[in-house]
């Protein structure tokens, strides 16, 4: 099924599919005054923001924007509808990332407030998940308005990580 939102300048396409966890989602474009966020490409390999392996992920699940600066056409980041770090399978996680060297220009909370306008389409909840240590990202979690819920203690991605503590936030929109 493909729906299409348009809010101003802003352009959402959206592909669901029946898989294993309900959906997946194929996000197309979106559209802001100072960015594209679209699906990452096999031309991407080789920006700063991730190696080949994790670009060819990216690709194959549709999940992940490719945060791309209009005036030049780099991509300068990632804004991603992952799956929910609290397993809630009615959920997405908002996560981001992006090049230190674009950092507190707005552009970050330029492509989080676009998802968030058109994530409804996606789901009903949005999660995210930020180090205890990280009050930059506390502050973006906050800015649009999500609550926190708990902290997650010693969290470890691989056996070889040293374990963090994160702070779980949500957002009902």
Known sequence: MKNELHYGTIHLYILEFVGERGFEVAVKTLETERLILRDWTLEDIGCQVYDEKVIRYLISVKNNYAVVLKENGMVIGTIGLNEDADDNP????????MLEQYRNRGLMSEAIECVIHNANNITKTLSYLCMVEDKRSQHIAEKFGFQFVKTFYKVQKAASDEPKD????????
């Open 166 to 173: 994160f702070y779980y936030y949500k957002l009902e929109l």
């Open 90 to 97: 009615d959920t997405r996680n908002v996560g981001i990332r």
